[in-house]
């Protein structure tokens, strides 16, 4: 069994098989699988940018200082 992966744009419900593999196939019966790419969905079962947003809107959250957060990153370097 001969296989090439290649991508391409489906166009009037055509796909165009690219020039350079095409007189591999020419006459030949051929079995096709078509993967849809984009729309990549989180394997989370959530939406990760919804839970930091909500997150930073939370009024605790609000109250931190950009000193607090630094000194809290400066002693999780040095293992405190």
Not at 15 to 28: A, M, T, Y
Not at 38 to 56: A, C, E, I, M, V
Request: cysteine-free; glycine content about 4%.
């Amino acid at each position: 069994m001969l296989t090439k992966e290649f991508k391409t744009i489906v166009a009037n419900g055509s796909i165009q098989i690219p020039d350079s593999i095409k007189n591999q196939f020419e006459g030949q019966e051929v079995k096709v699988i078509i993967l849809k790419e984009g729309n990549k969905k989180s394997p989370l079962p959530f939406d990760l940018r919804k839970l930091f947003k909500d997150t930073q809107a939370l009024p605790q959250v609000q109250a931190i200082s950009e000193d607090e957060i630094s000194a809290e990153i400066e002693a999780y370097r040095q293992g405190l």
